[in-house]
């Protein structure tokens, strides 16, 4: 079975999410990709298929956004890869490849293709040991990435920068590399997927994230929007009507007559289960959708890479 890792050596904010879902987009027109995840943080145990009706705290909020987005893709979450992979083609035998999220530290599967994700102002070269720093490992365990790709990449970059990076992080000889960062499409309502937000100088935005780090989008902010006031909670947090009550209230005393709750398709995964009380109190909040680009011909390289990888195993 054809089996692709995705994973970081960070606590998080690599980027995970947005690059299982690039793979999902290049494979899904051609094989039938299934997606293995921990469903981190959520309040099940054990091996369980998740669908569009789940609730976060049964499958957690990435394996759900996976499905919603993707409703003909298999997603499954489980502790134990080594036993789920067995269990998903024996379910679903059509199934010809397995994409992994977050599994670089899981060592009872070894990937094919063992992708590193490092973010380009946090390069795990220049990073420490938690709690000094923000790595779960060594950076000399990055030997075991098949790839690297550099995440979150300024939307200039030369060459002189890519070699720069090359030179901190001393691939070893077998290790391909790829340098990617976000684009973002329009935001869309939460309660209502067809209406779209332009973004302009004269808004109000309220940033509201649970996510490992919003700098990136805060950095992206400052250049569409007037003004924005950013609340952060850590990183996976189950919001609760007390936090909602914050922000509505915040969203209230602002003063300008075009204003808005700004928050990501992962945190909208959680958010969605208070949909109610966002309809109540007149919220209107919008998704930001992050796609994944590569950068100059990285995009062409990355997926013939793959697509190698795929014509030429054997089974």
Known sequence: MPVIGVGNLSVGGAGKTPHVEYLISLLRPYIDVGVLSRGYKRKSKGFRFV???????????????????????VVAVAESRVTA?????????????ILL?????????APGINILLTEYDKLYSDDHLLPMGRLREWPSDAERAHCIII?????????????SVINRLSPEAHQKLFFSRYFYHKPYLL????????F??????????????????????????????SYKFEDHHYFTERDLETISKAYKNLKSKQKYILTTEKDAV???????????????VFILQIVVQFDANDGNRFDDYVKSYLLNVKV
């Open 270 to 284: 959680r958010l969605f289960e208070h949909r109610e009380f966002l309809v109540k109190e007149q919220l209107p």
């Open 85 to 97: 992979i067995p269990e998903i083609v024996k379910q679903y035998p059509h199934i010809q490849c």
């Open 191 to 198: 309660v209502d997927g067809r209406k779209r937000l332009e």
């Open 101 to 109: 999220d977050d599994s670089f530290q899981h060592r009872s599967v």
């Open 200 to 229: 302009n100088m004269d808004q109000s935005v309220i940033l509201l994230s649970a996510i490992a780090s919003s700098q990136y989008l805060e950095e992206y902010l400052d250049t569409k929007v007037g003004e924005y006031t």
């Open 51 to 73: 669908n569009a009706q789940d609730k976060v705290f049964t499958a957690g909020d990435e394996p759900i956004q996976y499905k919603r987005k993707y409703r003909d893709v």
């Open 151 to 163: 995440t979150k990449c300024p939307d200039e970059l030369t060459d002189g920068d890519r070699q």
